[in-house]
């Protein structure tokens, strides 16, 4: 690996905050990457909205156990939690894909090193999206389950 020291900031001389990135075969030290307070707002909000989608499904995990542990398991209640956790799942994917993407966008434009190129590299993980569509495929066969419990009752 090269390191390659920070670029003095011509502008602020003084700051001594930096930003490491790491890169396949380089690392590379920048002074002020997230400069202004705007990008810097920009970067905890997004932070922010993906901690609440985390706790969100959280949340609706726990209801899910709780309702299995009572014994409720064909209920169209068990299905919409897992249909809502499949969606958010989904989201959650191409909202870090989006994000990730936007981050390479700002690295490319302002990290200028010679004769290397910034490439991107896709952070969202494949299987919060197969997760998603995994319990979103289940939700539904809960609902076959729901539908074929209520049929059974009204034979007997």
């Known amino acids: 690996r090269v390191l390659l020291s920070h670029v003095p900031d011509f502008k602020n001389r003084g700051i001594t905050r930096t930003n ?3 890169m396949e075969k380089v690392k ?3 002074d002020n990457l997230l400069e202004s307070p705007a990008k810097k707002a920009l970067f905890i909000a997004f932070g922010i909205i993906g901690a609440i989608l985390y706790i969100w499904v959280f949340v609706l995990a726990y209801k899910i156990l709780r309702s299995v ?3 409720d398991v064909f209920v169209s209640r068990l299905s919409r939690y897992m ?3 499949g969606w958010i799942l989904l989201g959650v994917y ?3 894909t989006i994000g990730s993407y ?3 966008l700002y690295l490319k434009s ?3 090193v010679a004769q290397y190129n910034i490439v991107y590299h896709n952070e969202a993980s494949i299987f919060l999206m197969i997760l998603g569509f995994f319990l979103l495929i289940v939700s539904q066969i809960i609902l076959l389950g729901k539908d074929l419990k209520d049929e059974q009752e009204l034979t007997i």
Do not use: K, L, N
Request: net charge positive.
């Open 20 to 22: 490491m990135i790491e």
């Open 28 to 30: 590379v030290q920048v």
């Open 69 to 71: 542990r009572r014994g």
């Open 83 to 85: 249909h809502r956790i």
């Open 110 to 112: 302002t990290i200028h």
């Open 94 to 96: 191409f909202y870090m």
């Open 102 to 104: 936007c981050w390479y």
